[in-house]
């Protein structure tokens, strides 16, 4: 709706240009479908791109090229959400309880149940609105969704070929040194009284045991550690080599084999509790090691020029325009998105005149000539004064002329 509401304030802008008490607040940049981009929206990417190379380590020149160069496909980008968006819209993707289920486990994670407390932590840590947050995580699920439906599945790597791969490449997969693959649940403790910690034990204790009978340690992960970073994804630390954990727990972690989980174990601000999730060992990693990781790569490599392939086709069946001075990266060859200025364009009826003109040939079409007397119509007194003239004229008409429907009804 906001959308739509800017479009209407633009366009009105556009006709009433030449006033002098205008003033533009906004400007569109480009017209996807019956969606729009503004210079606005493009600014802020820019500087949570920029933010984010910082973030990264980069400055100076390095920070400046790579911001210039995220620019440069910053529109194109845009367009490309939008068109997947609506996109998935026609194809009635529904995303929604994904979405309302991912915002439950990040409100569970933070231990935030007041909704407005909830809404305010999202704009603290997001710097959106709950509701232009919402909207982000909506937006991205259904890009997702789309082009797995539409791209993805589609794309198939053959057994041989990634096996081949796997040859060429040996040298890739060739392992310096043993890893375990960990997950965690963590417990905090700090800052609580010594009943508290016994609570927390008693957690941690409770969750360790329903791990090691089976229950599912990413969702117990998920919906119960304090850690909000890994919680997000399941309690994944990822692999960790020798030499980099307190050595009472590598020794435990790298004498279990897969699937072990371990009891919960104290530490100065926490009980952590930890799951090997996978292991290898020094030394040229096997075909059956890789295989899922092979198929990752070559998918994702086939993917990127069908997924161009595919927006490019979107691009081709949208109404788009690009206001002179934007520049789409992504553009689809021949396509014509000029800027139409709305000012210049010739409304389909022109005149108040002309559509009377025209409800009255429609009226005398339906109406027989000679079945009613002319007689002179009555004309509201708040358009008297700009309608006097044609009313004296209609009154002199002859007679034998077809009457007007005001007349029927004054003679009825």
Same mark, same amino acid.
């Not at 117990?220 to 919680?231: G, I, P, W, Y």
């Given at each position: 709706m906001f959308r739509r509401f800017v479009v209407l304030i633009a366009s009105s802008l556009a006709v009433c240009a030449a006033a002098d008490n205008v003033k533009i607040v906004e400007e569109i940049a480009a017209k996807v479908n019956g969606d729009i981009i503004t210079r606005g929206e493009l600014a802020r990417k820019r500087l949570e791109a920029e933010a984010e190379a910082k973030r990264q380590g980069l400055s100076g020149p390095r920070l400046q090229q790579a911001v210039d160069e995220y620019a440069a496909h910053a529109l194109s980008d845009e367009i490309d959400t939008l068109l997947l968006v609506q996109k998935g819209k026609?194809?009635?993707?529904?995303?929604?309880?994904?979405?309302?289920?991912?915002?439950?486990?990040?409100?569970?994670?933070?231990?935030i149940s007041d909704p407005d407390k909830f809404q305010a932590f999202i704009r603290e840590n997001t710097g959106m609105t709950y509701e232009d947050f919402k909207l982000q995580m909506k937006n991205q699920m259904l890009t997702q969704r789309v082009i797995g439906q539409e791209v993805a599945r589609t794309v198939n790597v053959p057994e041989a070929e990634a096996q081949k791969f796997y040859e060429e490449h040996k040298s890739e997969y060739m392992r310096r040194e043993s890893q375990v693959f960990l997950s965690q649940i963590v417990i905090s403790i700090q800052g609580k009284t010594p009943e508290q910690v016994v609570v927390a034990e008693k957690k941690a204790k409770d969750l360790a045991a329903r791990a090691q009978k089976?229950?599912?340690?990413?969702?117990?992960?998920?919906?119960?550690?304090?850690?909000?970073?890994?919680?997000?994804?399941g309690g994944q630390i990822g692999p960790m080599s020798k030499g980099l954990m307190d050595k009472p727990i590598e020794d435990l972690v790298f004498a279990q084999k897969k699937g072990f989980v371990s009891d919960p174990i104290r530490r100065p601000a926490s009980f952590l509790i930890l799951k090997v999730d996978d292991r290898v060992e020094a030394g040229q990693a096997s075909y059956e090691e890789v295989k899922g990781e092979i198929q990752d790569r070559l998918t994702q490599t086939r993917m990127q020029p069908k997924v161009r392939v595919y927006l490019t086709s979107l691009r081709e069946d949208a109404f788009l325009e690009i206001k002179e001075g934007y520049i789409d990266s992504g553009a689809a060859p021949a396509k014509d998105t000029r800027w139409k200025d709305v *000012?210049?364009?010739?409304? $389909? =009826?022109?005149? +108040?005149?002309?559509?009377?003109?025209?409800?009255?040939?429609?009226?005398?079409?339906?109406?027989? *000539?000679?079945?009613?007397? $002319? =007689?002179?119509? +009555?004309?509201?007194?708040?358009l008297a004064p700009a309608k006097a003239a044609a009313a004296d004229k209609a009154s002199a008409q002859p007679a034998d002329k077809p009457a007007s429907l005001a007349a029927v009804a004054e003679k009825k």
């Open positions: 026609d194809l009635n993707i529904n995303v929604d309880p994904e979405v309302t289920r991912r915002l439950a486990e990040i409100q569970v994670q933070q231990k089976g229950e599912k340690f990413n969702e117990l992960a998920r919906d119960n550690s304090d850690d909000v970073e890994t919680a997000t994804n *000012a210049q364009l010739k409304p $389909q =009826t022109t005149t +108040k005149e002309e559509v009377a003109a025209r409800v009255k040939r429609h009226l005398l079409w339906v109406i027989p *000539a000679g079945t009613v007397k $002319q =007689t002179k119509p +009555k004309v509201p007194p708040s």
